[in-house]
């Protein structure tokens, strides 16, 4: 759009410069015919101030049309009365300088609309640049929450590990204080026999001294032998009884003594049960936590490659940034050479302009 708008104003100032240089030469022809000098001089600087609003409407700075307009007037001031060959040579020299202005002046303002396109497009990297750090910068947020829950969630998982593994434990610490009380029991049940057994001995000794006393008292008489064999076979009886008391306490005490063998095997065998309960829940425990280092790895390396890729993206955008920048500044040099040698160009046109006038002017006088 902006170089079609160009192009168009260029057009139209083209138009209006053919129609003032048309007008004009037609006007200093009638003139030069009907031999009116003064009305033709007087043509002329009216087309130079027609020429100067122009420039003015067109954005030419006022110091240039003012002196060109000096110009003219000092041009026109020279020419004689008769000599209308110079009026129209200063004419034309300020008729083509203002052209080549114009086109300069064209020239600039698409340089201008260059220079706003080159900007327009910077704005939009830097929107597209400040767009990318925002979905970095939200990717990293979601990473961080996703390894957040994960951690959570293993701190739960080894929570919850580890709760069972103390119940575990302290239920096997119950069991086994229960059969330590059942061997305390049957120990004391066991030294309780070991007691009557002693106490069965020590009647047995007292019956083996009654029976001795017996004896000695069947030496003393008849009558003491006949009572003492009564007293031997009563305690004979005693003693076949005490003896069986001691083969029951025997017994029973061999039977206390299995008792007391099968409770420290079953005491035994639920400790067994309960190192390999332990061993379990540290397995699942170690495996909770590999799960978790794993999650854990995965998530840094996402996070690693999303920063990685958005690294690169930044990067791109920073080059292309950069020669944007590069692009801009080479055309803000090239406006500012252009603005720079615009004064030695007019200054150039207007000499080279004035020799050339002043050359012709003085060989017509020669001749």
Known sequence: MPSQLIIKNSKMSDMIFNILTLSSLMS???????????RALQAIRGHVAALEVLLTESNVTKNVTSLYHHVCELDIGMADSGDVFMAVQSFFMVLGVCYSL??????????KAEKAEILAELMDTKDKLAEARREILNERMAAKNKETKARDNFLADLIEVKD???????GLLDELREFEDKEAKARL?????????????????????KLSLAEIRVTEGTKAVERSEE???EYQAAAAKAEERISESQVAAAKAEVRANDYQAAATMATIKADERISEYQVAAAKAEARADKSAADAEDRVSNQTKLAFDLSEVVKVQVEQTLAESVAVKKLVEQMTERLPRIETEAFRRGREAGLAEARQ???K
């Open 28 to 38: 200093i022809c009638l003139c030069i015919a009907q031999v009116q000098i003064i």
């Open 102 to 111: 114009r086109c300069f002046q064209l020239d600039l303002k698409a340089i």
């Open 164 to 170: 069972k593994e103390a119940n575990a434990h302290f």
């Open 189 to 209: 049940e066991i030294q309780d026999l070991k007691n009557q057994i002693k106490e069965i001995k020590a009647e047995n000794e007292n019956v083996k001294d």
């Open 231 to 233: 007293h031997v076979k």
């Open 364 to 366: 017509p006088a020669k």
